[in-house]
């Protein structure tokens, strides 16, 4: 394998979180919801995964309970933004401190506590193929899965009856329910599968990326995945873009600091985080006058009687 | 059955006290249960949570110096969140203006200053946490970022400049190493307030502060502009108030005082600058800003409610032998419940049943 | 009347909202193939009521009867599987996603989305209503939506169509084209439940009424057997007041000068302004008419100052170039604004009415002290105007959304308190004050002004005396035809 080889699957393996949780924010806030708890979400994934998985030895079950997880904590914050009309950006904030703190408390006990990756797994004859079949054709199962959800998403959102029906929720509540749909509903179950997707964002820190537990393990990566939605213009395909582009730039910055480029590490860490806000600038600059996300984005929903 | 929410026309101001202390009440409630699925006996932890830390002097003046940034940098973001403009990332505009104030600490290090050292320190920590706060603000006004994800990424860029800073160019060179300053001159540091303790000149900063703002927010033209951006945008441009103008003032307003609150911890707490200079007290004002209802005396209130949880946790952690995160969950559920008692004041709820309903 | 049930009846229909009854114990029954009035001021409970029948509100007593048999409508859903369907006041489209989505949303069927672009076309073709099925909705002009709207309904094949104001939002030869729409329907055997408060065209084109006041039925009618006078009566419950009307040819002052203002559009669906001009003279009122999206917010805020026009000459004020003063100055030179929507624009609901009065007056009424807001002056002067107008309030300084009404021009006030503010405008411009009123009501306009024109795509019409102008003129210059290019 080619230096270069490996450069481009470690990209692959460090954008693999951010495009999942990037997507299932994507669906929250095509349905009207802005969920800024994200890393909250994720983080208690990655703490519920590893310990689900240490527990009872098995992979499988450590994910199902990380995704498990991130529903239950998106569920109290559907609670209090759809029950009781909560200011949005408010309660996404308690759920990232909360969930900090909640996967604090869960990973404790699991420090330090070494445990086998998740393997990868090879598409016989096609992961032959010379240098594409390994990076494309032997990966781990999240990275096909995220691809699938990319797809997924993109099919939901613009050929499906549902995913009409959620984007109209988002466009504009109050018409959506003088039609008779079920707003709250269907934007409980988008925050349940935006919950679902950062928990298993977040299993893939602990189970695959790292694989142990360390408190803050996600360091920050929730917050990209919800630039990434604003870069993506609620876009699934633009989302694998910025996902990607973000990841590039993480592994990239990390080999400039290990093949001694004369900039004092913490500057090259930096990097991301600057190009982020560069990127808000520059999206927001083409974008003037343009489409500017759903329209009921962030706005509580009260039905009357 | 169905539960169904009537807004309010006027709230009554005996629920808008009541509130925040149910949400105390529920969060305590909640802190019990958590203690006892930890094993630990409720009634021992919670008392070792928020009795022990009021029990002596000692535990007091720790709760007014963990009080005083987190009051400080809360009253400066619930000015901004009146506005309805969202800056989390009071957390980097803090250290950028301990680094600040610290800096001048830095370089005057080893002669004699005079008394105008402090002040100046003082001012160039809350400068610096303004300018910080700028870039957000900004970028929001000039192109139309979005201010929680631009400010909350330069925290990021805060704690790496620091830890750059404190490895790198100030590094104590009599230090063995470590990462972290040279400790301040004497005249460099804020002067106590009585012996045997931590409780500096900090604290009565803080309260003074605190007054300024309820007067600022209640009683001058700026502050009902402030509010009136955050009520109806519209209504204050028709008023003839420049939202973009808005936007930068208080984004520098609560940049100055997270700065200022950055300085003072830097040069009364901790007397040096290294890393570990925050733990968290940008992202937990958050809490105390919301808890004391975006009103200064209620930040105040807030802020030594939410020290106290800090102190507990730490006690809670040596004699308990409980998960120091345990406060941050206490701290994430807390907002929580205060979140959804704001809605009680706002909102009458009414449970319809039966079939027709 | 053995031989056909009424198509719908309701009967003994209560709803509470808190201690205001929007409805009590109201009765109306719409015959099959009926186009049925239902007429009353704003607030006497007309859209509560359609808003049962359609399923999103449900009543505290009373029931509904549907070919004979009593129904439960539990929901939009539920109304739509009747046969029920709706056309909103204020429109409820979905203004990124394009017309064939907003159709298929309002269809519960399992077509799919080409098949109903593809039935879409021809029957809106088939009832002269034709529209591009791939449009988003923000591309459509007003009637355009509104055609939307109906097509979305009609493509249910509903036995009963309401219409909630549909004409508030269209030029006059617009309403002949849904008036021509609304006779077809009645000719395939459809009802149209059809609401309003314009009484001409509810006696042109119903042949029953109910009409509602205060929440409850006064009575049930044949509107071509009544006079507008005597329906207006029932409405009001009282003969209204004829405003004092003397048109005059003002001589006074130029107050107000516009020449070749030009305005980019202020957002993505906003409207240009292009080459604005008039003149305002004192003692004169000048309406400027116009269906709502025309450049009248934008017209609005140039002239306020909210927005500041490109170059100083082109608003000038008694003669002194304003375009680039902020509204606080404008207001220290003598200007009032009194903006549409008064709630978020005016004036901050949440606030309390103090706040509010120094929302606009802290520029010029020296509310200010050392620096500090004076309380006390503050609150006398709400006190004054609170006598001078007759706002209705409860406690002594409620919070403003509390409050009803009051808004300029008249939309959403009651008729009562419009007349007060129509007079009030008209006295304010013979004590000497030019006043400049825009309106989308084309009969209140034609009662106030002096001189009228009218606003299409951000373009101006000349002034021409209220006199000289008909409804037919001033409808053709609302739909765009000779207006200067």
New interface residues.
């Given amino acids: 394998m080619t230096l270069f080889e490996a450069i481009i699957l470690t990209i692959i393996t460090a954008s693999t979180p951010l495009l999942i949780a990037a997507l299932g924010e994507l669906v929250v806030e095509r349905a009207g919801v802005l969920n ?1 708890g994200v890393e ?1 979400m994720m983080i208690i994934g990655a703490a519920a995964g590893i310990a689900a998985a240490i527990t009872t030895g098995s992979s499988t079950l450590g994910v199902l309970v990380a995704v498990l997880a991130g529903m239950a904590l998106s569920l ?1 914050f559907a609670a ?1 933004v759809l ?5 949005q ?3 996404g ?3 990232a ?9 869960i990973g ?1 006990p699991f420090v330090g506590v070494q445990r086998a990756g998740i393997g990868k797994i090879e598409i016989p004859w096609l992961s032959d193929i010379p240098f594409l079949g390994p990076l494309l054709f032997r990966q781990d199962p999240f990275v096909y899965a995220s691809v699938a959800l990319v797809i997924g998403v993109w099919w939901f959102l613009t050929k499906s ?1 549902a995913g ?2 959620l ?2 929720v988002g ?2 509540h ?8 079920p707003v709250r509903r269907i934007r409980l179950l988008a925050i349940l599968f935006g919950g679902g997707c950062a928990g298993l964002a977040g299993a893939y820190m602990s189970l695959v990326y790292t694989p142990f537990w360390t ?1 803050g393990m996600t360091g ?1 990566r929730g ?1 990209i995945a ?2 990434i939605v ?1 870069f993506a213009s609620w876009l699934p395909f633009r989302a694998m873009v910025g996902a990607y582009l973000f990841g590039a730039l993480t592994i990239l910055q990390l080999h400039a600091q290990s093949a001694g480029v004369p900039l ?1 590490s ?2 090259l ?2 990097l991301p ?2 190009i ?2 560069l990127v ?2 520059l999206i ?2 083409a974008r ?5 996300g ?2 009921s984005l962030g706005v509580p929903f ?1 039905p ?2 | 059955m169905k539960l169904v929410m009537e807004r309010r026309t006027e709230t009554p101001i005996s629920l808008m006290l009541i509130s925040p202390l149910i949400a105390v009440a529920l969060t305590l409630i909640s802190a019990a249960i958590m203690f006892a699925l930890l094993g630990k006996d409720p009634v021992a932890a919670l008392s070792t949570y928020f009795l022990d830390p009021l029990s002596d002097s000692w535990g007091l003046q720790e709760v007014a110096v963990k009080a005083t940034p987190l009051v400080l940098i809360a009253v400066g973001l619930a000015v901004c969140y009146r506005a309805k403009v969202w800056n989390i990332g009071a957390e980097g505009q803090f250290l950028f203006g301990a680094m600040a104030g610290g800096y001048i600490a830095i370089i005057t290090h080893g002669s004699t200053q005079g008394p105008w050292l402090l002040p100046v320190m003082l001012l160039v920590g809350a400068m610096a946490g303004a300018c910080f706060a700028l870039i957000p603000a900004l970028l929001r006004t000039r192109f139309g970022a979005n201010e929680i994800l631009t400010s909350l990424m330069l925290v990021y860029v805060a704690e790496l400049l620091l830890d750059y800073l404190v490895r790198g160019p100030w590094r104590d060179p009599a230090g063995f190493n470590m990462p972290h300053s040279v400790v301040f001159e004497a005249e460099a540091t804020l002067p106590l307030l009585m012996a045997g303790g931590r409780l500096n000149i900090g604290t009565p900063i803080m309260i003074a502060i605190v007054f300024a703002f309820m007067l600022l927010m209640g009683r001058t033209l700026k502050g009902f502009e402030i509010r009136l951006v955050g009520e109806a945008p519209r209504a204050a441009r028709f008023a003839g108030f420049s939202e973009t103008r808005l936007i930068i003032t208080v984004f520098m307003i609560s940049g100055a005082l997270a700065g200022l609150a950055g300085v003072l911890e830097a040069a009364g707490t901790i007397k040096q600058l290294q890393p570990g200079i925050s733990p968290g007290y940008g992202f937990t004002a958050i809490i105390v800003a919301f808890l004391g209802r975006l009103n200064p005396i209620g930040c105040l209130f807030a802020g030594i409610f939410i020290a106290i949880t800090f102190i507990g946790g730490e006690n809670a952690q040596i004699m308990l032998r409980l998960p120091l995160d345990a406060t941050r969950v206490l701290q994430g559920l807390l907002l929580f419940f205060v979140l959804a008692c704001d809605s009680l004041l706002l909102y009458r709820f009414r449970l319809l049943r039966g079939a027709a309903a | 009347m053995q031989a056909s049930p009424p198509l719908l009846a309701a009967e003994g229909i209560t709803k509470r909202f808190g201690a205001l009854v929007a409805n009590n114990a109201v009765d109306l029954k719409v015959a099959p193939g009926e186009i049925h009035a239902l007429l009353g001021e704003n607030g006497a409970g007309k859209s509560t009521l359609v808003k049962i029948i359609y399923g999103l509100l449900r009543p505290d007593a009373g029931r509904l009867v549907w070919r004979g048999a009593p129904v439960q409508v539990e929901s939009a859903r539920a109304a739509r599987a009747l046969g029920i369907g709706m056309v909103f006041q204020h429109f409820s489209l979905f203004e990124a996603l394009t017309v064939a989505e907003n159709v298929a949303l309002a269809l519960d069927g399992a077509e799919s989305l080409d098949e109903i672009a593809q039935r879409l076309s021809e029957t809106s073709r088939a009832y002269g209503l034709p529209l591009d099925p791939k449009r988003e909705i923000w591309r459509l002009s007003v009637g355009e939506r509104q055609r939307v709207e109906i097509m979305r309904c009609l493509m249910q094949d509903p036995s009963l169509l309401i219409l909630d104001e549909p004409t508030s939002v269209l030029t006059p030869q617009e309403a002949e084209g849904l008036f021509a729409t609304l006779a077809r329907l009645r000719a395939e055997g459809r009802s149209v439940l059809y609401i309003s408060h314009k009484l001409e065209e509810v006696r042109r084109i119903c042949e029953a009424a109910t009409i509602l006041r205060g929440g409850q039925v006064v009575a049930h009618c044949d509107p071509r057997a009544e006079t507008a006078a005597g329906l207006a009566r029932m409405m009001m419950g009282g003969d209204v007041v004829p405003i004092r009307h003397d048109h005059i040819e003002a001589q006074g002052p130029v107050r107000l000068a516009v020449s070749a203002l030009s305005l980019p559009a202020l957002h993505t669906h906003g409207i240009a302004l292009a080459n604005i001009n008039l003149e305002l003279r004192a003692g004169e009122v000048l309406g400027i008419a116009g269906v709502a999206g025309n450049g009248q917010d934008e017209l609005f805020a140039a002239l306020s100052g909210e927005e500041l026009a490109p170059h100083a000459g082109a608003i000038a004020m008694d003669g002194v170039a304003v375009g680039r003063a902020g509204i606080n100055e404008r207001r220290k030179r003598g200007a009032a604004f009194v903006p549409e929507e008064r709630l978020g624009h005016g004036a901050a609901p949440a606030m309390r009415l103090t706040e509010n009065a120094l929302l606009s007056g802290h520029a010029t009424n020296g509310f200010l002290r050392h620096g500090l807001v004076d309380r006390a002056k503050l609150t006398d002067f709400v006190g004054k105007v609170v006598r001078a107008f007759d706002v209705r309030k409860g406690p002594a300084d409620p919070e403003a959304r509390a409050l009803s009404g009051g808004n300029l021009p008249s939309w959403g006030v009651d008729a009562g308190a419009a007349a007060t503010i129509r007079q009030a405008l008209m006295d304010l411009a013979r004590a000497g004050s030019a006043v400049l009123v825009i309106s989308q009501d084309l009969d209140e306009l034609l009662e106030i002004s002096d001189r009228l024109c009218v606003m299409f795509m951000g373009r101006l019409s000349p002034a021409m005396p209220t006199a000289q102008a008909t409804r037919e003129s001033l409808g053709l210059l609302m739909g765009g035809a000779g207006m200067a290019a």
């Fill in positions: 800024l909250g109290v209090l029950g009781l009309a909560a200011n950006v408010a309660a904030l308690a759920l401190i909360l969930g900090l703190g909640l996967s604090g408390v404790a009856r009409l029906v984007r109209a466009e504009n109050a018409a959506a329910h003088a039609l008779g749909y408190s920050g917050w919800l630039a604003v004092p913490q500057f860490a930096a985080y600057l982020t806000i808000l600038v927001m600059r003037r006058g343009g489409v500017a759903p329209a009260v009357d009687r």
